[in-house]
T-cell receptor, first 113, second 111 residues
Framework: DGGITQSPKYLFRKEGQNVTLSCEQNLNHDAMYWYRQDPGQGLRLIYYSQIVNDFQKGDIAEGYSVSREKKESFPLTVTSAQKNPTAFYLC????????????FGPGTRLTVT | GQNIDQPTEMTATEGAIVQINCTYQTSGFNGLFWYQQHAGEAPTFLSYNVLDGLEEKGRFSSFLSRSKGYSYLLLKELQMKDSASYLCAVRGPGGYQKVTFGTGTKLQVIP
């Protein structure tokens, strides 16, 4: 079955620690995205990548970093510089066709205390 | 920039019809999406409109008026499983065609 996987589903970290969230897709999509979702707010774009070895900052990139070494993988690192890291993180991918709808992974709920 | 407005919450009765509205202001437009998101889960794609008019897909329909900056999602024959948040998202112009999401409308279906 094709799809997007994110792991783990729940993650707990202490303040001051960096943490990396995994995102893998086997849909053969070129584009991949990271969003965070907070209560009462829409999805906000952190980073996106349209092709391997290239990525761009979204609206709220500060305190985050990404890499895109393989087409299938787009890991997100939440650094200690991110002021409010506790959130629901969603990874998505899209094919780049006319509609270009995004397919989302199940999400990772990160709690930093 | 882009600004998207949706009602925060709605309640409707099982078997009924509900219309969820979305208005947007954008510096450029290249399509509007509706996604469904159950609590704690990932959004799933429902519909896409780029031209004016109604797109029907089973129990769900989506309408777009570009001149009015307005869209609605129509859900017919409501079922309990339709209780979810419905996200309106607008795609902008340019090479990347960034998608901006609204805050979502939480729909509760009651017996």
């Amino acid at each position: 079955d094709g799809g997007i996987t994110q792991s783990p589903k729940y993650l707990f970290r202490k303040e001051g620690q960096n943490v990396t969230l995994s995102c893998e897709q086997n849909l053969n999509h070129d584009a991949m995205y990271w969003y965070r979702q907070d209560p009462g707010q829409g999805l906000r774009l952190i980073y996106y990548s349209q092709i391997v070895n290239d990525f761009q900052k979204g609206d709220i990139a500060e305190g985050y970093s990404v890499s895109r070494e393989k087409k299938e993988s787009f890991p997100l690192t939440v650094t200690s510089a991110q002021k409010n890291p506790t959130a629901f993180y969603l990874c998505a991918s899209s094919a780049g066709d006319r509609v270009n709808e995004q397919y989302f992974g199940p999400g990772t709920r990160l709690t930093v205390t | 920039g882009q600004n998207i407005d949706q009602p925060t919450e709605m309640t409707a009765t099982e078997g009924a019809i509900v219309q969820i509205n979305c208005t947007y202001q954008t510096s450029g437009f290249n399509g509007l999406f509706w996604y469904q998101q159950h609590a704690g889960e990932a959004p799933t794609f429902l519909s896409y409109n780029v031209l004016d008019g109604l797109e029907e897909k089973g129990r769900f329909s989506s309408f777009l008026s570009r001149s009015k900056g307005y869209s609605y999602l129509l859900l017919k024959e409501l079922q309990m499983k339709d209780s979810a948040s419905y996200l309106c998202a607008v795609r902008g112009p340019g090479g990347y065609q960034k998608v901006t999401f609204g805050t979502g409308t939480k729909l509760q279906v009651i017996p």
